[in-house]
């Protein structure tokens, strides 16, 4: 498991975020390798083939997570013969969406049977896709309906503990505040002339009017509150103007509360909304990919013990569902499984392989479901999706962006990461729920216990052939460390996020996937 | 037509905001009589007549729009035999939504029938509503479904004049800089010690540190750019980590560019994100009222011409659909029809009534639905809804928030005010359209106009039975000088969005017609 703690991870990553931004952002401000132009994807094409007048050739595919399900898909499309060998016993990976019915044996052997209604689920790993991410495209030419996933909302909660129980402050009221002192303190330095080696007269007059708006000051350009913060009563009918939100707190205790260090949360490249999700689950993504391939070319329950590689082809050993040993040769294969597993593969792919794959190590994540009875946060709270947000152990609370005045609906009742993670994915499932319930009681008060009908809980180290979350590198996917399996020399070709500028993220799979392909295609049509 | 120039308007409504939140902003600051308690809403109840041995009396409603439903609606439920009158030829009023084969004659003459495709409309009132508005409780109640409507988008674009034609900013990238320039010059006052008497040294360091975060500054507290900018070629496979946007501006041009003033739009409290809308269109709202009503008891095309009050009842002369002039005693009449246009009638409700009504005058806005061949702005800008704004006549563009991925979309092509919206209001259908496509191909590029199929607009100030957007008062509407329509001493009681503090928004019109049920319930049962 990482070493990473808590705090370093966060400071990484963005309190809230996904993960795997750090390096993307490195090569952003110039820190990694300089940034090179992307390539537009061309798919392979069996024209390609034809053109030469050969036929195309077999690949088998190690894992049906999401690169191991697009090389398959853009193989297929080309009219290569393509085996996915998946170990777990549905495609997807990490790109998993749990409904009633579904079970879990993590593998210390803690057992879980979903309960959750009909029309409920839970994304237990991948749940939001950015607007710019490949990950739409494949929506988009799969036919896969996309809605909003609520990565913000003015009316979420934030609740750290030095706040009292059940007085969480929303988003739109710390924003207020905060937005209006940092206006009222910077309109008062501007105007008293601390700036003028910075700013011209015109320069300042147009700051003090941007300030005078942003901040919601009044006339003396001092932030006295704001409807903004929201009201105790709403405005109405004549004769009910609205009573706005009282109990400014002062300039000291806005930052000493800590509230703003969540706000740029949503001004990054990938969490900044507009988000989206799949209708009915992140997995009609996966099940598409996997009409669209053939399910028979997926054989699921089928474990590979041992890869080798000749001049010729490549041979896969591997149990089958029934416990069988069975082998396959091909022309061609892609691993994409996780890369600590693929280490513990009988192969001959070499020592710098083994290396590069040791560089690449698991980290982890978890999430709870929970589903309720009734959909309290959106009558008793007036929260309609978005993410709360805690210093708490929960670190996030999500309501769901589907479902909408339903009669049930299931939060993510945490979504944390590292040691924290560690320690939950210890604790048998019933007392992941009750520690859960007990924080989150803290900040939404006691119908996030009386409501409460059951739970499901994913610790992402403990999952069976995955064993992670997400990965962390010892170096920038750049570095010649990885050349060995971004650019491999003989038949077995690379893919995962693990393999990209997007760790954690399906656009880094399927990025990764795709140069994958092309390199095979290249490399097969030559 | 209200004379308030755009400027005025906007300033006195936030830029691209709806409109009405001027006394409830007013009265939330304390310029405006003091907040009262909203009352809970109780409906009235058939029960609450048979304790009493009577049974519920008549009531006419004068007027099908979202306050007029509302109020037949609880009337309805509690026994009242409720008529309603309305002259247009379906119910909602200005919750309009238009879909092909609609057709709408303005009062000038222009003709148009909406040549939109199956499964595509605009709503060309109405169009979005914020967590805490009743009008959710109504489309929960009566089993409406929601979707999030997509008021902001980090996406989106901002385009000035002062701007290259094709060349606008993203939002996301205008807040990077934006951002990074306040929280660079604040931490150098701080630092400098010009806020020392303000702040003290704990804030000073609580205040840095958020800036750091905030305004994403260097090591050196130097604001230089950042991926929350955006890139040029998205972090992707390993090898490509990615090239942030290049071209940071000065502090200079970015305060002289104008960009910030189109940020707090986010942060008030009738627009900050999350939105909704109805599936489907926003008429589902008034479609689901005109079901549980009974849509026998809605006669359409049927135009009041008098209203007369007698200690025993209301009479009510109006003209049928096939022109019969026809009249109807009821107990109870609710006059829920344009302000302005009930100054119109004949009636004997007083000379007080009058100068009330007359004090409310109408206000002009207009839009227009562009309908393309393609979502371009998916595939060619990443755009998934959101609303791009410029300081041209149009104002705003809004994405759809439907139809993701679809094969075609309706664009709102301009939502504007006042004299702009008069000017367009003037011109014929296809010249709006005109010049509509060539301001927005400035922001867009080729395919604004070449993907264009067709185009529906409505000027609300031409709108027959209508005549406005929504109106402006003289006063607030807790004035001494409304109390005749707010508590009348007759049998004929008001209600609509123009007699609440959130004019132009359906929350106003229902909170107000629950206020007018409310009362006359009260008086029909003592």
Redesign the interface.
């Known amino acids: 498991m990482s070493m990473l703690s808590r705090r370093d991870f966060l400071r990484a990553v963005g309190v809230t975020g996904g993960a795997g931004?750090m390096?993307?952002?490195?090569?952003?401000?110039g820190l990694?390798?300089a940034?090179?132009?992307?390539p537009d994807f061309e798919p392979p094409k069996a024209s390609d083939y034809h053109l030469k007048g050969r036929t195309a050739g077999s690949v088998v595919v190690l894992g049906a997570g999401v690169a191991g399900l697009v090389s398959a898909y853009e193989l297929g499309k080309a009219g290569y013969r393509v085996t996915v060998l998946e170990p777990r016993d549905r495609p997807g990976g990490r790109n998993l969406t749990i409904r009633g019915g579904d079970q879990l044996t993590e593998l210390n052997g803690f057992h879980q049977r979903a309960r959750f209604s009909r029309g409920q689920y839970m994304n237990a790993g991948a749940a939001r896709i950015a607007?710019?991410?490949?990950t739409?495209d494949y929506?988009?030419e799969l036919g896969v309906?996309?809605?909003?996933f609520?990565n913000?909302?003015?009316?979420a909660y934030i609740h750290h503990s030095s706040m009292p129980p059940g007085k969480p402050v929303r988003f739109?009221t710390a924003?207020?505040d905060?937005?209006g002192y940092?206006s009222e303190?910077?309109a008062?330095?501007?105007n008293?002339g601390?700036?003028d080696a910075?700013?011209?007269a015109?320069?300042r007059e147009?700051?003090t009017?941007?300030?005078t708006?942003?901040g919601?000051l009044g006339d003396n350009l001092k932030y006295t509150g704001?409807?903004?913060?929201?009201?105790?009563?709403?405005?109405?009918?004549?004769?009910?103007?609205?009573?706005?939100l009282g109990g400014v707190p002062t300039?000291?205790e806005v930052?000493?509360s800590?509230v703003?260090?969540h706000?740029?949360f949503?001004?990054?490249?990938d969490q900044?909304?507009?988000m989206?999700q799949p209708v009915g689950g992140m997995d009609m993504l996966p099940r598409a990919l996997t009409r669209a391939i053939g399910p028979q070319k997926i054989k699921l329950g089928c474990r590979v013990t041992s890869l080798t590689q000749t001049s010729t082809g490549v041979t896969v050993v591997y149990t089958d569902a029934a416990g069988r040993s069975r082998s396959l040769t091909t022309d061609y294969a892609i691993a994409a499984m996780p890369p600590h597993l693929l280490t513990g593969l009988t192969h001959n792919l070499g020592a710098d392989v083994t290396a590069a794959l040791s560089a690449i190590q698991p980290f982890s994540a978890g999430k709870i479901g929970l589903e309720y009875r009734s959909r309290w946060w959106?009558t008793d709270h007036?929260?309609?999706?978005?993410i709360t947000t805690t210093d708490s152990e929960l670190f996030t609370v999500w309501h769901p962006?589907y479902g909408?005045?339903g009669t049930r609906g299931v939060l993510i009742g945490y979504y944390h990461f590292a040691d924290v993670a560690e320690r939950y994915a210890a604790m048998p499932p019933a007392e992941r729920e009750s520690t859960a319930v007990a924080l989150g009681e803290r900040i939404y008060g006691a119908k996030y216990r009386t409501e409460l009908d059951s739970s499901f809980s994913v610790a992402w180290s403990r999952v069976p052939h995955l064993e992670s979350a997400w990965h962390v590198r010892t170096d920038?996917?750049?570095s010649p460390i990885?050349k060995p399996?971004?650019d491999p020399a003989g038949r077995v070709l690379f893919a995962g996020d693990w393999?990209?500028?997007?760790d954690a993220w399906q656009?880094?799979a399927i990025?990764?996937a795709?140069?994958a392909v092309t390199k095979l295609h290249a490399r097969a049509l030559y």
Not at 152 to 155: I, L, P, V
Not at 499 to 502: I, R, T, V
Request: proline fraction near 4%; charged fraction near 20%; include cysteine.
């Open positions: 931004t390096f993307a952002t490195m090569g952003a401000l990694a390798p940034a090179v132009a992307a607007q710019w991410m490949v739409l929506c988009r309906p996309i809605e909003v609520t913000s909302n003015a009316d739109r924003k207020a905060t937005y940092v303190l910077l008062k330095a501007t008293q601390a700036l910075e700013l011209t015109e320069d147009r700051l009017e941007f300030l708006d942003f919601a704001s409807s903004r913060r929201g009201f105790t009563t709403w405005p109405g009918e004549a004769g009910v103007p609205g009573e706005v300039v000291s930052f000493a800590g703003g260090r706000f740029s949503e001004f990054e490249f900044a909304m507009l989206f959106e007036r929260v309609y999706g978005g962006s909408y005045h920038s996917p750049q990885f399996l971004v393999l990209s500028n997007m656009h880094g990025e990764a795709r140069r």
